[in-house]
């Protein structure tokens, strides 16, 4: 579903008139379901290629083939809509708004275009959805009420309410001590089965890594093979 073809990745600097290469040549393809976790030391650019792959940056040479639709050829309103629909994101840091319910914040990315569903329906996934992930006494509680692994759960389910296709997850478990990061890697690996959904991860933690999935590690701009398996 997914297909990154000898992608790189450069940024202006301030210090190198010649810029600075994150990436250099990603090659790398994603099958319907499956689960990959990308490591990598800090600065090592997992964020860059996360955003990348969610169309939210465009990559300095290659291509990236979403069900082999190559990003470069889509305009912006095409781009906007895979994102909205086809891909669930969830932050480095989970971005949630402070003003807003535990419930109007998973609703948020159901009130840009035209739904699919019902709004009923959606009101009842949302629901549902932080019914399971131990959330359901907590709907009308503020972010800044929750702890941070409870705040983890509510941009999961966040970037899960309009059903994408792909979920992105860039360092989801950041600043979760040992046992609340273990339960987001749970929940993601039972999501990732449950809902069909793809999942792409990024961690330091290898060991967090190894829990969800597949591994691949980052470095010096290339993307290696880490399993075993
Ligand atoms: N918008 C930008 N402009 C210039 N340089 C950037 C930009 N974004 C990232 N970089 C550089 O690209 C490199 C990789 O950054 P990136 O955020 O992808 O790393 P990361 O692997 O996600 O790190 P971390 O684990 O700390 O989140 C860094 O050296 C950073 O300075
Ligand atoms: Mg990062």
Redesign the pocket.
Known sequence: MLELINVAKS???PANADG?C?LKDITLKVEKGQSLVIV??????????L?IIGALDRPTAGRVLFDGKDLAELNESELARIRNRQIGFVF?LHHLLPQCTVLENVLVPTLAGKNRLPKKEIHQRAVNLLQRVGLKDHLLYRPGQLSGGQRQRVAVVRALINKPRLLLA??PTGSLDKEASENIAELLVELNRSEQVTLIA?T?SLKLAEQIGHVME?SDGLLRDRSRG
């Open positions: 940024y202006q600097s600075v994150v990598g030391p800090s600065g090592s650019g997992k964020s860059t290629l955003n480095q860039d360092e990024v330091h980052l």
